[in-house]
């Protein structure tokens, strides 16, 4: 049956019996005798003729999903039995954001290499989304909101903004009461596009960004991190950014029982893997020791 499930993917991507049949180097009817075994296990057509064309009927246009993820299960399966064989072993590529990846991914890997002395890393810190399946990555750290994809993705932590400001700022400036004041203070800011949530705030201006403004725009999050907290202004940022210094008691944060805004609600930290990847145990078992790592809540929310 999972054979049949395999060539029904491979028709559907192809849509031709004869191009699968010449690239497996087997006989038109036997591509077309799987695929009746599986309409027939089924109890529905999955593909039709239609103007000299081979389409999906509704039922295989359904099933295609479904069917790819079938497949990449049993891949999955089948080589973390064959690893459990071994021990973990080989090579590793990971990618990460820059920042969270030297503050937040570094500590947990090296735990990791002490425990899997077999496993090598080949760990890259960059703010640029790449692509797993071209760039050859097993594992990406992903912020925010993830799109629909076949990666298999794991929820590592969520994902918080704080708005802080210094000791040293709020006793010049004053300690802003509400999310609007903020529009009276010297706001630390993006100077390209920001994250979507930044700025933005639950019940206030439709939970669009404050257009709030100030002396400082930078590209660099941890520039404007090291601004609040020389006393120049305030900033939104990532409490896994900030939380050390909050609780060093170098920044402070303002309004910490607001609820996050609703578009924040699938915002979190992820772990994205390409299913069916022979290196798919090395995958998991690194992605659990850095969900582990992190704990629940994550340790960095703990101020």
Known sequence: MLDAIRTFIDVATERSFTAVAKRRDVAVSSITRKIGTLETELGTKL??????????????????????????????????????????????????????GRLHVIPAMTG??????????????????????????DVAVRM????????????????????????????????PATPEQ??????????????????????????????????????D?????????AGIGIVHLASWLVGDLVRAGKLVVLFPDRPTPSKMARSAIHAVRMPGRSHAAKAKL??????????????????
């Open 182 to 219: 903020l529009l009276e203070h010297n706001c630390l800011t993006f100077a390209s596009t920001p994250p979507p949530e930044w700025w933005c705030f639950s019940g206030i201006n439709r939970e669009a960004a404050l257009p709030v403004r100030g002396s400082l725009r930078t590209d």
């Open 47 to 100: 593909l039709a003729r239609h103007s000299r064309a081979l389409v999906l009927t509704d039922a295989g246009e359904q099933f295609l999903p479904r069917a790819r993820h079938i497949v990449s299960e049993m891949d999955d399966a089948r080589h973390s039995l064959a690893d459990l064989q071994a021990d973990p072993r080989g090579l590793l590529t990971v990618t990460a954001p820059a920042a969270f």
């Open 286 to 303: 690194f992605i659990d020791h850095l969900k582990n790592s992190f704990g629940e809540p994550p340790y960095w929310d703990g101020f």
């Open 144 to 175: 925010g909101t993830l799109p629909d994809s076949d990666l298999v993705a794991t929820r590592l932590a969520p994902s918080r903004r704080m708005v802080c400001a210094s000791p040293e700022y709020l006793a010049r400036r004053g300690h």
């Open 112 to 137: 990791f290499l002490k425990r899997y002395p077999a496993i090598e890393i080949d760990l890259h810190l960059s703010d640029q989304r790449v692509d797993l399946l071209t760039q050859r990555v």
């Open 221 to 229: 999050a941890e520039a404007l991190l090291g601004a609040a907290v």
